[in-house]
């Protein structure tokens, strides 16, 4: 079956642009497809949609070095590559950040030139090569790369956390111990109104500021939380607790209004703090 006919209930429509990835990607676009196919075409697909964005970071890494934003007059380069891009900041942040982490690392670029880590897979790397670490990275890169390929994202992250615990304390023993990583990001904040007064707020926080504002919507959101009521039978042994209401809210609803809360309890107290 051509992959423009029908397919499961879904109507193919094939551009110029996904004719030539097909092609680019080893198939021919004017074949009978089997389900089979399209299968290995989702993922010849996706690995050339990775290598594209490895050859992107490398662009951004030549344009980063010669300092090239300031040729457009922007104060930096994430405000250059959210402009340019028509892109979020924080995904301007995570590119530059990736094109950074892949020059210091050419062993996990080549993963993923090559499939054998998937982006997410190293970025659990990349959070945890920093400068302080990177003769321990010299050392393990290869075994780390190794050892993730074939592991969910979330076990990815472990195995890192715990690397890099390991080494740490391996850096302490030796007495060349791993100074506490610098702030590299700059928190920023971005609200603005989109349509009939609704607001959207996007925006990037450095590690501290965000164990602040995580600790105080945590505390907002069980706050918020729908009355926990229950009769005196389920508390008679006093270990008991009542069950709790089902909370129709998702959990971005939920931080919504917690966040809205934290705000009200500033507008409602902030004049006591100036009196003393």
């Known amino acids: 079956m051509h992959p423009s006919d029908v397919c499961d209930g879904t109507e193919w429509f094939l551009t110029e642009a996904d004719i030539d990835m097909l092609g680019a990607s080893g198939l021919d676009p004017t ?6 196919d399209h299968r290995d075409a989702v993922q010849e697909l996706w690995h050339s949609l990775q290598i594209g964005r490895v050859n992107l970071l490398d662009e951004i890494l030549c344009w980063d070095r010669a300092d ?11 405000a250059w590559l959210r402009h340019r891009l028509r892109t979020t900041h924080a995904n301007a942040v995570v590119l530059l950040q990736q ?21 997410d897979q190293a970025d659990q790397l990349l959070h945890v090569f920093t400068p302080a670490r990177a003769a321990y990275v010299a050392r393990d890169v290869d075994m780390l790369i190794d050892h993730i390929s074939s592991m969910p994202v979330a076990q990815c992250r472990i195995v890192a956390r715990h690397w890099a615990a390991r080494v740490d304390a391996e850096a302490l023993v030796s007495g ?3 100074p506490p990583p610098v702030e ?25 500021d965000a164990a602040v504002v995580r600790t105080a919507l945590a505390a907002a959101q069980r706050l918020g ?25 998702t959990p971005a609803q939920q931080r919504a209004d917690a966040l809205v809360l934290i ?3 500033f507008l409602d107290h902030h004049d006591r703090h100036d009196n003393g």
């Open 263 to 265: 705000a009200q309890f």
């Open 99 to 119: 094109a950074r982490g892949l020059r210091d690392t050419p062993q996990v670029r080549d993963a993923l030139l090559t499939g054998s880590l998937s982006f």
């Open 184 to 208: 590299s990001t700059v928190s920023e904040l971005r609200v603005g109104e989109i349509l009939d007064g609704d607001t959207i707020i996007e925006g990037v926080l450095n590690a501290t």
């Open 176 to 178: 060349d111990a791993v």
């Open 31 to 36: 074949a009978e497809f089997r389900p089979a």
């Open 68 to 78: 090239a934003h300031l040729l457009d007059g922007s104060r930096s380069p994430t």
């Open 225 to 249: 939380k729908p009355e926990v009521t229950g009769d005196d039978e389920s508390l008679e042994d006093g270990l008991t607790p009542p069950a709790a209401p089902t909370d129709p809210r």
